[in-house]
């Protein structure tokens, strides 16, 4: 008997394809570790390697505590005041990462790093799973390994990629796998596929524990296509089946309080407002400054999946050919069809995108092969396109980039070294979970805790041109908060824009002409707090609080000036044109360039060219350390999207750097501590370490009421 005549010897050869499969996926995810390795100085902290996720800190940490044995109730180091619980149960990254580190000999980092690639490649079994359902054992191979190699979805689960986002395409695809079966089979058969598909949920809710309601419906839309379409079983089967469903609905129902709908209603409102459509509000909608919540545009999206019109284009004709051929069946790709289109208005939800096009492309390439002159040629067809697949997605793959490299994270280690423990760090909102980390400091916002308000306050101290307001506004909310605030906003009316500037004013001017001030005001006696206003807006000193910076604020340096000068009247903040750093300079006469060559500046002409584009500047500084020189050009404004204005150019040439800065942001209180290394009253802010352009630290002072 041939071998592939053998059922025994078939299976084996399809578990072996699918495995290598998986290995090769796994490969293509672990060879990132060379990018790490070639950029140590950025990847890498005392020989540990470092995430590439923002967000992916606030799962290490959570591990952390479960390793240190520390996970306690409430999250001392998260939104100071408030200090949030911690998610209980942990999540389940979090217990993960913990679990193996305890049983092995790796470090937190190192599993953090490797764990994405590991779970990433389990995508290929779902979609095979279906794909062989619904095409064959040619299908569902050729989507396994389609869904390894979409760029959409290996960016987001390769070495590095700590996150949820690595195993949410898996779970997702594999609820549908068993709810397809629930439909499909009869008998007790099809109630084994409902409990996997429920357990499978369970797992769910609890490894993506920021969207809950999100994986709901990713379990009841199919559960309803399958009950609608599918579901006739007997009249007794029926019955039990329906006081089943009744008693997981009673028990959901008592979760939320007797009131489920309005719960997941409002919950999808808020999703909708955050992601889509910001609702009105006083303060700006952080769904649009957010990265990962920008849309994406059409030929970014087919960039992102596919790598090519051309694959975009097989993958899509054969997703309509499956809708054709399996018209009741393909219904169950329906949420993460839905979920893949939401793409177009938040980046992150891209990665659902990869089963479904895999699919596509496995249906297309069994369609392909169903004329009888193609069948032989099917081996060189199909290996054929997942190569140029491969190849597209390689060379659209993205540049090596980490948002908080060594030097940065440097900084913030040094935290446990020179402040004391219990203390109360000040930092853009990007910052706070990495810094809880490494740091083992309280921050005031982070990655979940930045609503538009909470952002605004966040970045006022830090776009002010007044130390004073700074710091006194810094003291005030790390004791009170953004309650504090909204009780002062109670006391003159209501009034949000005229609370918030008053209380700017109040803060600018100090306890002394505050005490005047709250008089012309005559505030509301009703809401005094305790110890009256002046006690309240200027409290004693109860946690040593500190300023942490970094050189990643000249990247989001457009967000922290436009935040933190937010008017509530206007609806708006002043919006400068982004700054530009470049390290590495050469400096030859009134030339400079970077060592990688983007960059040239003519000092006599006032032209800086960035690759090639010429960009007028009004005047540039050269900094040595007996003197600065001066030179000035005439104005010549520059327009870049949304952004208007000029642009300065200062030289550090004993630092070997330069920088291109709006002046707009140029008397900023960050750009005067960090770069401009303006002289600041010890009272308010008082240098502790210094390690320009890398990371500064400062004590933060401030007024008290006697």
């Known amino acids: 008997m041939p071998l592939t005549d053998n059922p025994a010897h078939q299976r084996l050869l399809k578990a072996l394809a699918l495995g290598i499969i998986i290995l090769w996926g796994l490969v293509i995810r672990l060879d990132d570790l060379k990018d790490w390795r070639t950029n140590a100085s950025e990847a890498f902290h005392n020989e540990e390697p470092l995430i ?118 898996t779970l997702l695809m594999a609820i549908v796998f068993f709810l397809l079966k629930f439909a499909t089979e009869t008998g007790r058969k099809r109630y084994y596929y409902l409990i996997s598909a429920v357990a499978t949920l369970i797992l769910f809710l609890w490894w993506w524990d920021q969207a809950p309601y999100v994986v709901l419906a990713i379990f009841l839309v199919p559960f309803t296509t399958a009950l609608v379409y599918f579901y006739r079983p007997p009249g007794p089967e029926a019955k039990k089946f329906i006081l089943f469903v009744v008693a997981i609905s009673l028990i959901a129902v008592t979760w939320q309080e007797f009131n489920p709908a309005n719960s997941v209603f409002h919950k999808f409102q808020n999703y909708y407002h955050y992601i889509i459509h910001p609702g009105k509000d006083d303060f700006p909608p952080m769904g649009k400054v957010i990265t990962e919540q920008a849309g994406l545009s059409l030929p970014l999206f087919v960039a992102r999946s596919t790598g090519s019109w051309l694959l975009f284009g097989i993958s899509l004709t054969g997703l309509i050919l499956l809708f054709a051929r399996h018209s009741k069946q393909s219904l169950f790709l329906i949420m993460p069809i839905l979920l893949a289109l939401l793409a177009f208005a938040a980046d992150r939800f891209m990665i659902f995108i990869t089963p479904v096009i895999a699919l596509g492309f496995g249906f297309f390439m069994v369609e392909l092969c169903r004329p009888v002159s193609l069948r032989k040629t099917k081996y060189l067809i199909i290996p054929g396109l997942i190569i140029y697949a491969s190849w597209t997605s390689y060379k659209g793959e993205a540049a090596f980039a980490m948002p908080f490299p060594g030097a940065s994270i440097a900084g913030m280690s040094q935290l446990q070294r020179v402040t004391p423990a219990g203390a109360i760090v000040w930092t853009f909102c990007d910052n706070g979970y990495p810094l809880s980390y490494w740091g083992n400091r309280g921050t005031t916002c982070d990655g979940q805790t930045h609503s538009g308000e909470q952002s605004v306050y966040n970045s006022m101290p830090l776009a002010t041109e007044n130390p004073r307001l700074a710091a006194n506004f810094i003291q005030f909310y790390v004791r009170h908060g953004t309650p504090g605030i909204n009780l002062f906003y109670q006391s003159v009316g209501k009034d949000r824009a005229t609370g918030y500037e008053l209380l700017k004013r109040i803060m600018a001017a100090g306890p002394q002409e505050a005490s005047i001030i709250l008089k012309k005001f005559n505030l509301s006696q009703a809401n005094m707090p305790a110890g009256g206003w002046l006690t309240f807006l200027f409290p004693p000193r109860s946690r040593p609080v500190y300023l942490f910076l970094d050189w990643g604020l000249m990247q989001v340096n457009h967000w922290i000036v436009f935040l933190g000068t937010w008017d509530i009247n206007k609806q708006t903040g002043v919006s400068p044109l982004p700054g530009k750093l470049f390290k590495n300079i050469i400096i030859k006469g009134l030339n400079v360039t970077n060592k990688s060559g983007t960059m040239h500046a003519d000092l006599q002409t006032g032209v800086v060219n960035l690759s090639g584009a010429p960009t007028p500047i009004t005047s540039a500084l050269f900094r040595t350390t007996e003197k600065i020189s001066r030179y000035d050009y005439p104005p010549h404004p520059v327009q870049l999207e949304n952004s208007a204005g000029s642009y300065e150019f200062d030289i550090f040439s004993e630092q070997n750097m330069a920088l291109l800065l709006s002046r707009d942001s140029g008397q900023r209180l960050f750009n005067n501590l960090f770069w401009l290394k303006t002289p600041m009253p010890p009272e308010y802010f008082k240098p502790v370490l210094q390690s320009t352009p890398n990371y500064q630290i400062w004590e933060v002072g401030g007024d008290t009421w006697r």
């Open 52 to 169: 590439a996720t923002g967000d992916g800190y606030y799962y290490l940490r959570l591990a952390q505590d479960l390793v240190n044995n520390r996970y306690n109730t409430v999250d001392e180091l998260r939104s100071v005041p408030a200090n949030p619980p911690r998610p209980f149960p942990p999540p389940l990254l979090s217990v993960m990462t913990a679990a193996i580190s305890r049983a092995s000999s790796f470090s937190l980092n190192w599993v953090a790093v490797v764990l994405p690639a590991v779970l990433g490649v389990m995508l290929a079994i779902p979609s095979y799973c279906l794909g062989k359902l619904w095409g064959g054992t040619i299908m569902g191979l050729t989507a396994a390994a389609f869904s390894l190699i979409s760029n959409a979805h290996l960016a987001r689960s390769s070495f590095g990629q700590y996150d949820t986002d690595c195993l949410n395409p």
